[in-house]
Structures are given as structure tokens and as C-alpha cells.
Nanobody
Framework: QVQLAESGGGLVQPGVSLRLSCAASGRTFSIYAMGWFRQAPGKEREFVAAIRWSDGRTYSEDSMKGRFTISRDNAKNTLFLQMNSLKPEDTAVYYC?????????????????WGQGTQVTVSS
């Protein structure tokens, strides 16, 4: 089993930056890739970005490229999501997820492990 714990969410004003973290523990050697998803009230879970753990190759949702950047610290088993120029429509619960194999990183059901989520609210 892999345990994931997100942190770094909060209430921010439009235009500011925020960095989310996700600490992985347990059988972390089984992680092939990790990703970030988000879910706003009344909407489906949405892919944000993913990163392959071995070489750091990243995959991002086109609409968020340039504002959101995924990265990882292998030594600390920690995943990050740097979010810049935040907009009210970025308001959602952000989830960290891990998967044990390759495949379509954009689909949430391929991920075996999930964190509890962290709320990000962008409002003036």
C-alpha cells in the first residue's frame, strides 16, 4: 500500500501563486507515476498533470500548461504542483494520486492510490 498526504491548499486571491505538496509513504518503490487531479463542486474529476517517477517526464492538461507545473523530489518521495496566476475557476479540491504502471495518465481510474485532497479556493 501507498499512503498519500496533500498539503498547501488554502484561500487565495486571483493572480497569486500556490504550491501544493504530496508526501508519499509506504511501498513507494511500487510507484510508476504520480499525478494531480481536481474536482470542483458539481463537476467531474479533472486531470491536471502527471509525472513519471523514474525520469521525471511530465504530462499536463493543455488548458493549464504555462500556469501549473508538476515536479517531484524522489529522495523525499514528494510530489509538487506549482500553480501560478490562479483564477477563480481553479477553485476545487486537488487530489494527489499514484499509479503502479504506465497507461493513460489522463484518466483517473488508472491510479491505485489517492490522497484525501486539499481545498484550493481562489476568490477576491
Amino acid at each position: 500500500q501507498v499512503q498519500l498526504a496533500e498539503s498547501g491548499g488554502g484561500l487565495v486571491q486571483p493572480g497569486v501563486s500556490l504550491r501544493l505538496s504530496c508526501a508519499a509513504s509506504g511501498r513507494t518503490f511500487s510507484i510508476y507515476a504520480m499525478g494531480w487531479f481536481r474536482q470542483a463542486p458539481g463537476k467531474e474529476r479533472e486531470f491536471v498533470a502527471a509525472i513519471r517517477w523514474s525520469d521525471g517526464r511530465t504530462y499536463s492538461e493543455d488548458s493549464m500548461k504555462g500556469r501549473f507545473t508538476i515536479s517531484r523530489d524522489n529522495a523525499k518521495n514528494t510530489l509538487f504542483l506549482q500553480m501560478n496566476s490562479l483564477k477563480p475557476e481553479d477553485t476545487a479540491v486537488y487530489y494527489c494520486a499514484a499509479r503502479r504502471d504506465s497507461g493513460n495518465y489522463y484518466l483517473w481510474h488508472g491510479y491505485s492510490y489517492w490522497g484525501q485532497g486539499t481545498q484550493v479556493t481562489v476568490s477576491s
